[in-house]
C-alpha cells in the first residue's frame, strides 16, 4: 500500500471507531458484564486459538511447498486479532454491532500481550530471528488506530450528545465513503501484483482458506444459540487484523518481496469466504427463533 492509501486506511478507520463511540449505547458492556465466560472464550479463541491453529498448519509436510512469503503472511494475520471492519460489517449482515465493538475492544487489549508471546513462539517453532514485536508497539498502533478514536466518541457523547446525534450521521457517510476510496485505491495500485502473487501462490490460496474456514466454525460454535451472536463471534473471531499485520510487514519483513501481497491475499480470502457464511446465517434468521 503507497502513502495515499494508509493515509486514507487511517483516516477511514479513526471515523468508524470514533462513529462507534458516539453510536454505543452501554447494553452490550451490561451484557457481557454478566457471561464473563463468554469473553473470556472469545479472547483466548482469537488471540491464542487461531495462531496457533496456524501454527499447525505450517506444521505439515505439504506447507513447506509454500512460498517464504505466503507462509510468513499466514502466520502474521493469524497472530493479528481484533479486525476493526468487523464492526460495520456485523452491523449489516444480522448481527450485533455494540457486541463486536465491545468484543473487539477486549481482543485488542488482549492482543498487546498475545501478539509479542505468539511472535516469540513462531520464532522458536520455525528457528527464524529478527522477529521481536514488543508489547508497546502493538499497544501504539492498537491505541492510535481504535482505543482513543472510540474514547474520544464516547466522550462527545457524554458531554455533548445533542452533538453526537446530529454528527452520527454524516460520520457514517463519511466512514462509507473513506472506505469505497480506499478499496478502489488499493485495488488500482495492486491488482496486477495481486494477480500475479495469486497465481503463483495457489496452493498458499487453499491454506489461507482452511485456516478462515477453521476461525470462522470456531467462532460460531464457541457462542451462544442467539443467532446474531454467532454471526457477531464468527466475525470476531475469524476477521484478522490487516492493519497490524501489514505495519508488522513494513517492520520487520521489508526484505521480503511480495509479504504485503501475502497480507492482503489473506484478506480477500477471508472476504470471499465469509459471503456464503453471512448469506446462510440470513437464511437461518429469516425463521423463527426459539430459546432452547
Known amino acids: 500500500m503507497g502513502q495515499p492509501s494508509l ?42 486459538l487461531v495462531p496457533l491453529v496456524a501454527l499447525l498448519l505450517m506444521k505439515l509436510p505439504l506447507s513447506l511447498a ?22 460495520r460489517k456485523a452491523g449489516k449482515v444480522g448481527g450485533d454491532r455494540e457486541l463486536a465493538a465491545v468484543l473487539q475492544a477486549c481482543v485488542a487489549v488482549a492482543a498487546i500481550v498475545s501478539i509479542p508471546l505468539i511472535a516469540d513462539l513462531y520464532q522458536s517453532s520455525f528457528g527464524v530471528s529478527g522477529w521481536d514485536i514488543t508489547p508497546k508497539s502493538v499497544a501504539l498502533q492498537v491505541g492510535k488506530s481504535q482505543v482513543l478514536p472510540l474514547l474520544a466518541g464516547l466522550t462527545l457523547k457524554r458531554w455533548l450528545p445533542g452533538w453526537a446525534e446530529r454528527l452520527s450521521g454524516p460520520l457514517d457517510k463519511l466512514a462509507n465513503g473513506l472506505l469505497l476510496l480506499l478499496i478502489v485505491l488499493v485495488l488500482v495500485m495492486s491488482l496486477p501484483l495481486l494477480a500475479a502473487f495469486v497465481s503463483t501462490n495457489l496452493l498458499a490460496l487453499v491454506f489461507m482458506a ?16 442467539d443467532p446474531r451472536e454467532r454471526v457477531t463471534i464468527a466475525l470476531v473471531t475469524s476477521m484478522r487484523n490487516p492493519g497490524l499485520a501489514l505495519l508488522f510487514a513494513t517492520t520487520y519483513g521489508s526484505g521480503i518481496p511480495g509479504l504485503k501481497l501475502a497480507v492482503l491475499a489473506y484478506l480477500l480470502v477471508t472476504v470471499l469466504l465469509s459471503i456464503p457464511f453471512l448469506r446462510w446465517q440470513r437464511q437461518r434468521q429469516s425463521l423463527p427463533y426459539v430459546a432452547l
Open 66 to 87: 509454500l512460498s517464504q512469503p505466503a507462509r510468513i503472511g499466514i502466520v502474521l494475520m493469524a497472530a493479528s486479532p481484533s479486525a476493526p471492519l468487523t464492526l
Open 7 to 48: 493515509l486514507i486506511a487511517s483516516a477511514a478507520l479513526f471515523t468508524i471507531m470514533f462513529a462507534l463511540g458516539i453510536g454505543l449505547t452501554g447494553e452490550a458492556i451490561v451484557h457481557l458484564s454478566r457471561r464473563p465466560a463468554l469473553v473470556i472464550r472469545v479472547v483466548f479463541t482469537s488471540c491464542v
Open 210 to 225: 482452511v485456516l478462515v474456514l477453521a476461525a470462522l466454525a470456531i467462532g460460531y460454535a464457541i457462542a451462544g444459540p
